[in-house]
């Protein structure tokens, strides 16, 4: 098991083969006890906690513009317990982001409900990858995405314009890959059918949108991996792609 890739800096990306292994995470193996009783702490603080399915790495590697790895299928309460565990775990987290920019450029964020995990995080609407995100065996990342963005703001970005390649950032918490999709109304247009899409949902994951219009416009809550992509957004670079 080997995680390398340069951390703290952003990377073009122009693929991504990420494989999902049908054998269980060691993690997973190695801390069955640990797990269940920390689930059991997590859903008493929080009964809305519910323990899916999501994936964790075991492997990643950037070698020539590409991200190679694997993952394993693990349920959520084990995601749980990797995340206060994850120094010498052996696993690593990876997630995508549909950097999503309006007509005038204003990128359009959300902020997480308070009965999710992350209560009052700002970043772009996202989750784990899942079984559902893999195409025989391969993540399809723009599916994690498109889908991601459904679920949480009612939009569908599967025929908005997409930037023509990934970018990835590697932190010691986790890799993000994103890409920007691009809607043609206004970011105040936007935020308003996020807006009238979470008032209808009975548990909306998200407290809703939240637009950012230059670098230096950093809300409240932001989560610590979305300066930099705020900044290489508005810094012009790779503006076309």
Request: aromatic share 8%.
């Amino acid at each position: 098991m080997s995680f390398d890739l340069p951390r703290n800096v952003i990377l073009p990306v122009d693929a991504v083969d990420v494989r999902l292994d049908p054998d269980p995470h060691p993690f997973a193996l190695d801390n069955a006890e640990a797990i269940a009783e920390n689930w059991q702490r997590e859903i008493a603080a929080n009964p809305a906690l519910f323990d899916g399915t999501v994936v964790l790495l075991s492997q990643l590697a950037y070698r020539d513009n590409r991200l190679v790895g694997r993952c394993h299928a693990v349920t959520y309460s084990t995601f749980m317990l990797w995340r206060k565990r994850r120094e010498n775990s052996g696993a690593e987290h990876a997630y995508a982001h549909a950097v999503l920019v309006a007509g005038d450029n204003a990128l359009v964020a959300i902020r997480m409900g308070l009965q999710t995990v992350n209560a009052g995080r700002v970043y772009f609407a996202a989750g784990s990858f899942e079984p559902v995100d893999f195409r025989d065996g391969q993540v399809d990342v723009d599916f994690n995405m498109i889908r991601e963005v459904r679920e949480e703001t009612g939009l569908d970005l599967s025929g908005a314009e997409r930037g023509k390649h990934w970018h990835a950032l590697s932190t010691n918490s986790g890799t993000v890959i994103f890409r920007r999709y691009h809607e043609t109304a206004p970011a105040d247009e936007i935020a308003r059918r996020i807006s009238a899409f979470v008032a209808t949902e009975a548990e909306p994951e998200i407290e809703g949108p939240v637009i950012i219009r230059h670098a230096a416009d950093l809300p409240v809550g932001l989560s610590p991996h979305m300066k930099p992509l705020i900044e290489w957004h508005f810094s012009g670079e790779d503006s076309l792609v």
